[in-house]
């Protein structure tokens, strides 16, 4: 069975700090997707990652999938109130399209 | 500005009642998918359909969970019996394939929130 661990599950820090999460599994994905999601709503996409090794940017919001694709790490640099929600990693299940979600980390984005 | 809808956003009911849920996916976008989620569980899959055809319902409990796509502006998610574990956050997403790389954008609605008493 595909699981994607995510660290750490919460994260409270002041505005304008940076911060590094986490989306680990022991299994190779062919992408990996990072949403978020704020009280209320549903999941945004806010990037998918499809080659080993491949970073991306999105304003200040840094996303690199591991080598070996099983892994994919968020960076924020100098976090807002805005950012504040939940953040979760999601990837299709070997051959298929049965997306799986990771177990989310919290941020809260202290002004 | 295409957004995924979903209705009732809020349902209350008791247990044993039938419960529907209904998800208009964006114009266009030929895959949608069902998702629930729980503080416990997380987002969990239940199914999801492309072209309107179910493509796996793995994720549902098969003898009370129903979903069905009547047509490319309609899904809908049914529970009958609804029981009190059934109380969770409901999601509707719609899905744009990315051809090259063989995977999906997924779009989701703003949910529906389930309480069974």
């Known amino acids: 069975t595909q699981l994607l661990e995510q660290s750490p599950q919460f994260l409270s820090i002041q505005e304008g700090e940076n911060l590094t999460v986490y989306c680990n599994s022991s299994?190779?994905?062919?992408?990996l997707q990072w949403y978020r999601q704020e009280p209320g709503e549903g999941p945004v996409l806010l990037v998918t990652?499809?080659?080993?090794?491949e970073v991306k940017k999105l304003k200040r919001l840094t996303f690199q999938f591991g080598d070996a694709r099983k892994d994919s790490s968020l960076h924020i640099t100098a976090a807002q109130p805005g950012d504040t929600g939940l953040y979760l990693c999601?990837?299709?299940?070997?051959?298929?399209?049965?997306?799986?979600f990771g177990t989310g980390t919290r941020l809260k984005v202290l002004a | 500005d295409a957004r995924v809808t979903q209705t009732p956003r809020h349902k209350v009911t008791e247990m044993g009642q039938e419960v529907t849920m209904r998800c208009q996916p964006i114009?266009?976008?030929?895959?949608v998918f069902w998702y629930r989620q729980t503080m416990m569980q997380g987002l969990e899959l239940l199914a999801y359909?492309?072209?309107?055809?179910?493509?796996?319902d793995s994720g549902m409990p098969k003898d009370r969970f129903s979903a069905e796509m009547p047509d490319a502006t309609l899904a809908t998610l049914k529970i009958q019996p609804s029981e009190p574990r059934d109380s969770a956050v409901y999601f509707c997403?719609?899905?744009?394939?990315?051809?090259?790389?063989?995977?999906?954008?997924?779009?989701f609605g703003p949910g529906t929130r389930l309480t069974v008493t």
């Open positions: 990652v499809v080659t080993g090794g």
């Open positions: 114009l266009g976008h030929n895959t």
């Open positions: 359909f492309r072209n309107r055809a179910p493509l796996d």
């Open positions: 299994s190779v994905f062919s992408s």
């Open positions: 997403a719609s899905g744009l394939v990315l051809r090259t790389v063989r995977t999906y954008e997924q779009y």
């Open positions: 999601a990837g299709p299940t070997s051959g298929t399209y049965k997306y799986i």
